[in-house]
């Protein structure tokens, strides 16, 4: 286990018969990566796509090596995606990544402690372990999408605050691009498994089945949170749409128990000469019973109605 | 039939000419379980897949034995599912189960009468009862998914309470979660139909192929119920506007005739010098006569226009 | 042509050289039907298949025979659904039914007159017969329900009732539930024109995909009354909303120019002691002449919107 | 070139080396065409086809010919559909149609004037002829459907009438029709081309793959025309709640301008015996002053809020 | 490099053995295009596809040559699409365009300044040059859209215009359009992948699958487009919706506190002989405080309620 600066210094581990792990951070010395790849014998446009982050995740298998691309993917206040590139020959895996992340912290333990059955079990195991650990680290990507969507439903059905449409749409999107990462990443785990490569061992398949396995349960979690998601739009608009009527319903009411009233006293605020009520003695406490009564006769009517 | 505590106990039942079936009960005795896989010839990661109760239903082959997972659902709730893996091996069946359930009932009774055909028939006939029961089983849990639609679907027609939107939601999402499971199930019954496995003989696949028409059926009813549930949605929000309706027609129609009669009344309220009507010995009642026919004209006009 | 009571009677009709129908009606005497079926070598799964009658359209080849289930379907006040069980042996065909129905008339008829071809064409031209008579019931069940949606679409555009969208959806999840059949049925035709079965003659398969070519105009047909049925909850949401527009239109209207004339003659019923419009001769019909003018002046300013 | 009445005119052209063209108008005359059947050599199901004109478009194809089912398209106020019905046989093509239209006047034309090189190519040149005008005459009816879509987009962007919605679907429903026919048509070619009959030479096909080309063509353009009037609906619904909130907008700042003012002019309509303000000099000009202040504060509210 | 006028000039180049680029820019000079497709044995119907610029993506195999369509796209107010037809020979490629752009600039500078390997890699690798750049410009076109659709969103989030709703809806039918081109084009290169053709050498293969794994990326991210502007349509709508119920909730109360005080004040107008409270000495400041009571009362009661 060394730190290297320089390609020439790999030449010695080119044709040994153990497994070498070069672990490349960092992509911006692109010097050094082309001298790489050209010791290793790796095509250039191989070379352009470790070098161009943006890859969507895939298996391409060439004569002397298997190009693997993963991405990690976290979220915080937006899904970030980390492009991490593989190259497996005969008994070396390469793995590029733009910055150091303690992703790959498990297996370097498992290597250093030499316990663990990583070390003889060959590169492609190597590469399984790898695989493993992107696929598993997706579950607990999942846990926090889970939290976020759990909270922002909690806020549609509590408050509803004006841009939580948008919230609920970027995080759509989110979700989109990471199930579009997934599925990508089970077809081409599937093509693994079907195509015939003698870098791969016939008793390694059995692990790569069981990443693919993992990686359609990761599928299986993501398809139901994306129904969940679209399933807030509607909690949303129909949860506004009943605060709304709750409102509509208290101006409703007030409105049209007072509108009457309101009427009534407007006629025995005429000045006609002659209206005989206005000399009744207790034409005033009459009229107020006739308002309480009629008041009470609509508000009885709303709650028989169920409005209220 | 015994109830046995230590693995070494199954020794003897390895390599007998009749079927054996072993069940597991309760998976956190992980090291007996580790030396059963040991004894039996199961591999680590089909015991990590029965340990691991979050498997999707699936069916493996492998040499010696074939690993099948299959998911019990239940409603109380909430959807709730349990794992049940099981293996098949020559002449035996292992079964594991996280609780013990009643769902195997029958078969243990079938078992013990010595009546029926199961213990003459193989291990591959055993192992299609217990598919059958677990399949068996789906259409009881569609039964009560259909009868808590119905109830939510009456409480939508009558009386929408705030939250039924993100009940129905629920219900949907649960729904989803169990067609996936009927759905999946279905893929794996295929595939069990079609792959050659020595395991299962010719003769006993009519009996699978049975099964797999029972999951259809299954699948077929959920997603008649699906389309229900989304229309729920629809006649909600059509049930929430009709009410809604209903009440902005009241305040229109109050309001409505009210406004232009505490005008009139507002008019006769003012206090110029020289209003003529006023004065009149008949003004007053005149004018509630007045005030009555155009409340009742607009009344009729509502009325013809079916409005009220 | 006999009406037989004990299967026993049948038993010399099993090995003839011509065609025989055997017609069961009813599927209550269960011990009669299994004795048929072990007379004719039915295997028990189809005879559960025949009395559990809830099957899906299917069709299944045994060594000796051709199990095909059908279903018919009709339209009163909800579909209602059939099970007819045909089973196609080397010269003999048993037809299952739980009730007596006129849908095999024609057949009956034209075998009773010994004219028609079908006497002669061999069994399995007397199944294409019974495959197209079910299928052309489906046209007459499309008829039915396509007179259904009109009546719909009239009251949806004309005069919605409060529950029409409830009727909507249960006419939608009929549809669906036909739409299902008729796709089954293509599918399950779809494999026998293409498996290859002795019991069927190369020169009867023209007749069959007759029937195939019917059953997916079927579901032509089914699927422009999906879409009909779809489109009606939008026209429906969009004529009730309609209505309420104009509701509401009726009510701005109203309110809008009779409250500042409102406000008008209320500042005239203001009681200030010097209030010099109060005192002109002319007061009284000026004020009621601005009344006008403003009253005007809005009606002109709403037309002009194009809001009346 | 011949008018005929009788079939038995035609016996001489069955067996000529040169290739004929039959066209038959018109298909009441149902002996003719059984006769004309007959004699060509067409099965009795082929001519039931051609008989009823509610065929799918469709290729089939006998041992001595090739039977295809067109369907012309026209709208004129809703979809009109007319089946074409060609048999090609060594070298004869018969049409079939119900009634006399000018579709195939280009071809007739051309044969006429003894230019062009269809006489020439033999028989499944002649058809491919007919195939290409029958899918050119799908462009013109994309055109005429695309001035129907813009009418009726401007009629929902400046003044929606009320049954525009129901039309909008009519004219979905019309596109769902045409596109069926188009895709079927498509599926169709498609299987011709791939397809080996001796009856459509080698140096035929690539023709027939301009043909399906175009077809293609014609259904790019539809999915688009499916997409605008899908969207036509979202764009009627945010229109017609524009011109709602429009309204709506005026009433709230009428009504919320007088309802304040309304109520201060109410108190100095009380009438209590000391109201200091009613005896002052200025009291009336100060109120209503006073009130200007309130309705343009609210004016400038509502205009800062953007409301106006 | 030269600029001919006239096709015969070209004959010399036909049979050199290094490789030619032949370029046609303006396709209105019919006759001399026909004279080129004779000169190097093009088909008629290519021509004619080569002439009738709205031809969807394509590449089809002649025995002699392979013919490409691709379509280049840009968005001014609108997309806009320019066909470039392709034609390679064995040591010949010939561009056909409308219009003369800019979009081959790199090879031509490529080519001019002998550097760069195009000369010596063959006609094959010219060709991908040209895809490349074609599919390279997509990604240009893509930006564009980013940025549109980021103003779209913005101005449905703060200030939503009427026809809002209708650009949308174009945005999404240029976005249909290109994904349209995007994915016939996937397709295509798919094809051209697995295709057999001597015109394509096997190591050019691999620059030809690189230019499929871009066409894949473009159609990601036109995906993630598409999904943000069907989202836009549910923002913009409840974004209208919440301004409305903000200007609703104002009317809400300010009439609800308001209908109440004017009634009062109506009561107090009445003009009833006996009316105690007009007498008091204080009654006109207590009623004020009633009123007063009352709003604050009401507006504490809204402000509990959350509606303020």
């Known amino acids: 286990e060394r730190n290297l600066e320089r390609v020439e210094e790999l030449m010695p581990f080119k044709d040994t018969q153990t497994v070498t792990w070069i672990r490349v951070v960092g992509l911006h010395r692109v010097e050094q990566i082309e001298k790489l790849g050209e010791l290793f014998g790796i095509h250039p446009l191989t070379l352009e796509d470790i070098l161009n982050v943006h890859q969507r995740p895939k298996i391409e298998f060439f004569e002397d090596y298997i190009f693997v691309v993963m991405r990690t993917l976290s979220y915080e206040k937006g899904m970030k995606s980390e492009q991490i590139s593989l190259v497996l020959g005969r008994n070396f895996l390469i793995s590029f990544q733009e910055r150091k992340s303690d992703i790959f912290k498990p297996v370097e333990t498992r290597l250093r402690n030499n316990k663990g059955s990583i070390r003889k079990k060959g590169a492609d195991y190597l590469l399984y372990s790898f695989l493993d650990i992107v696929v598993d680290s997706y579950f607990v990507l999942l846990e926090t999408l889970g939290e976020v969507i759990d909270t922002l439903e909690d806020e549609v059905l509590s408050e509803?605050?004006?841009h939580i449409v948008k919230d609920i749409h970027l995080l759509k999107r989110d979700l989109n691009y990471a199930f579009k990462v997934f599925w990508t990443t089970r077809d081409e785990?599937?093509?693994?498994?079907?195509?015939?490569?003698?870098l791969i061992r016939k008793r390694?398949?059995?692990y790569y089945r069981d990443v693919y396995d993992h990686i359609i349960r990761v599928i299986d979690i993501t398809e139901t949170m994306r129904d969940t998601v679209s399933g807030l739009l509607d909690v949303y608009f129909s949860s506004v749409s009943n605060r709304m009527n709750e409102i509509m319903k208290v101006l409703t009411i007030i409105a049209t128990v007072f509108i009457p009233l309101t009427f009534i006293a407007g006629v025995y605020g005429m000045n006609f000469k002659y209206m005989p009520e206005l000399e009744w003695k207790y034409?005033?406490?009459?009229v107020l019973l006739f308002m309480l009564l009629i008041g009470m006769g609509l508000l009885f009517f709303f709650r028989r109605k169920r409005w209220l």
């Open 160 to 162: 509803p605050y004006p």
């Open 283 to 286: 034409g005033y406490p009459a």
């Open 189 to 198: 785990m599937n093509r693994l498994l079907r195509e015939d490569s003698s």
């Open 204 to 206: 390694s398949l059995i």
